[in-house]
């Protein structure tokens, strides 16, 4: 059991440099085809208020933040009906996601 622990605690483990934790520089995805996300391509998954969410899919990884207007009021503009996506944010990616 003490064994099984360990082995599921090096999922934890420091992949950047014993003690330094990962970077503060969260721009890059650290997956398997690391790159800066601005190399990923970006959609918008509508939540279920009706509000637009920016998603990126790396077929590892995913990524989503509340799309906001300038100022920082959220941004509902009826691209998709609530719960859907529009656009291809799975592209940019070599991983294949079967989904």
């Not at 360990?6 to 440099?17: H, I, M, Q, S, V």
């Not at 009706?50 to 995913?62: K, P, Y």
């Not at 509340?66 to 529009?86: E, F, H, M, N, W």
Request: contains cysteine; glycine residues 16%; aromatic residues 12%.
């Amino acid at each position: 059991m003490a064994t099984a622990c360990a082995f599921g605690l090096t999922a934890c483990a420091d992949f950047e440099g014993i003690g330094g934790g990962y970077s503060a520089d969260k721009t890059y995805d650290r997956g398997f085809d690391k790159k800066h996300l601005s190399q990923l391509q970006a959609g918008i998954w509508v939540d279920p208020n009706g509000c637009d969410h920016w998603i990126i899919d790396d077929g590892v990884e995913g990524y989503l933040s509340q799309r906001l207007d300038k100022y920082g009021k959220p941004v509902c503009s009826g691209i998709a009906q609530p719960t859907y996506t529009a656009g291809d944010f799975k592209g940019g990616s070599n991983v294949r996601d079967p989904n």
